[in-house]
């Protein structure tokens, strides 16, 4: 998470790590529902002020600074353009109207979104914690940590921006509104990251402007963390629907993690046949191929021919996931080989598949942990794995897509730990001296709970 305030004034250094200067502001164009940073005003020597394109420039940023993807010598600067604002000159500390409170508000922070390479504004900071923040983060950081000692909390007080409608050109004054336009023109990834980031209740009224595709692959890709509470928190029946929308693995991951009560009121309220579908993929242990595998592939008899099997292809929904091979199975249902689309495309549509298809195959069992599953498939090279039972029945496929999850949750996992002890090692006269100071500072600004 990022916030205006810790970027100001922070380091600005080219390709080769030399420092041109420190940032001084981020520019953003008004005309998306959560807009980009587009530009990126810094101070470059004695005081100097200039400005680039975010996107030309910027290669990696984080509240420690912002390195750029060229030598100082290659840059060309910029000016702002007419639908551009500067988030620090034109929104902090200003005061904002909340149509919805009926109040007049100030800004006295702005949240930002890291969404890829991109960063977006979230929204305004309008309470304590962004003036804490604004006076140095360990300040915020001690004052959340008094109060959760006292049973008591101190939340953020975000306003999302696509709540907030410019009156005027010359900013004297930001309307908020409620408004949610172009949310459909977002890449349901960067809608999951500010779904995300968002409390409940702002994302629950945001939620609501998606229609059920939007809402169901904005789902998909949010963490898993959210993803269960998420669905906890919306009614039984559009709950049910856009889980049934889902792919069956996807869906069962998240059924997984809700209670039992809410599992069976949504698995009873699906079509019988996703509801099927899920509950046999729950019946594998949670880590295992079983348990991430898909059930959603093309699979044909070898005496399909190949005319007959690009038809199955034909007929396939527009949502289907992608097809990289077909599975052909024998008269018994049991795997017996792959055939890819090139090979479908270049062979004589009478041929039987029987003929033409790939039988040196690499399958695993639906109890193979998914770090060894994810091995195989980066080791082998295949865009996804089988998963086969005993008798050599096709049961799924475990996608390339799934063995990179199954990493990065490794990967995250191991960070949080780290994260944890470090935490741990905080010394107790520190956290007295804070715990101090933070009440020293809540009388100053007259805080209370």
Do not use: C
């Amino acid at each position: 998470m990022l916030y205006l305030s810790q970027m100001l004034g922070k380091p600005v250094v080219d390709a080769t790590g030399e420092k041109i200067g420190t940032i001084s502001d981020l520019a953003i164009s008004t005309g998306e529902v959560f807009p980009r940073i587009t530009s990126l005003a810094f101070q470059g020597p004695g005081k100097v002020p200039f400005m680039i394109s975010w996107r030309k420039y910027v290669d990696e940023f984080d509240d420690d600074g912002i390195r750029l993807a060229v030598e100082s010598h290659d840059i060309r600067f910029s000016y702002l353009q007419p639908d551009e604002v500067l988030l620090a000159r034109d929104l902090l500390n200003r005061q904002i109207v909340d149509t919805q409170g009926m109040k007049v508000v100030r800004v006295n922070d702005l949240k930002l979104s890291v969404s890829g390479s991109q960063l977006r504004l979230l929204g305004a900071e309008v309470g304590t914690r962004g003036i804490l923040r604004g006076l140095a983060p360990w300040v915020e950081h001690a004052a959340v940590a008094v109060a959760k000692a006292f049973n008591k909390r101190i939340d953020e007080q975000i306003i999302a921006w696509n709540y907030m409608d410019l009156l005027d050109r010359d900013l004297s004054e930001v309307q908020l509104s409620v408004t949610h336009k172009r949310l459909d023109e977002l890449h349901p990834a960067d809608v999951a990251d500010i779904l995300e980031q968002l409390d409940p209740q702002q994302r629950a009224t945001v939620f609501e402007h998606l229609d059920d595709a939007q809402a169901t692959e904005a789902i998909s890709e949010m963490e898993d963390e959210y993803q269960a509470d998420f669905i906890e928190d919306l009614d039984d029946a559009r709950a049910a629907g856009l889980l049934g929308n889902m792919d069956p693995d996807d869906a069962a991951d998240i059924v997984r993690d809700l209670s039992y009560e809410k599992a069976e009121t949504l698995l009873r309220l699906m079509g019988m046949e996703d509801a099927t579908e899920i509950r046999r993929l729950l019946g594998y242990k949670d880590g295992t191929a079983g348990g991430m595998m898909t059930t959603q592939f093309v699979a044909v008899h070898e005496d399909t021919t190949v005319g007959e099997t690009i038809e199955v292809l034909r007929e396939l929904d527009e949502d289907h996931p992608t097809v990289h091979y077909v599975y052909v199975l024998d008269e018994y249902d049991r795997f017996t080989g792959v055939l890819s689309l090139r090979t479908l495309v270049l062979t004589d549509d009478a041929k039987p598949v029987g003929e033409v298809m790939y039988d040196d195959v690499i399958s695993v069992p639906p109890e193979e942990t998914e770090e060894e599953v994810a091995a195989d498939i980066f080791k082998y090279d295949l865009p996804a794995m089988p998963v086969v039972d005993e008798h050599g029945v096709l049961l799924g496929i475990v996608t390339v897509d799934d063995a990179w999850d199954a990493i990065e949750e490794d990967v995250s996992g191991d960070k949080t730990k780290t994260t944890v002890l470090k935490a741990l090692g905080i010394g107790v006269a520190a956290v007295l001296f804070l715990a101090l100071y933070t009440l020293v500072l809540f009388q100053i600004i007259g805080f209370s709970w």
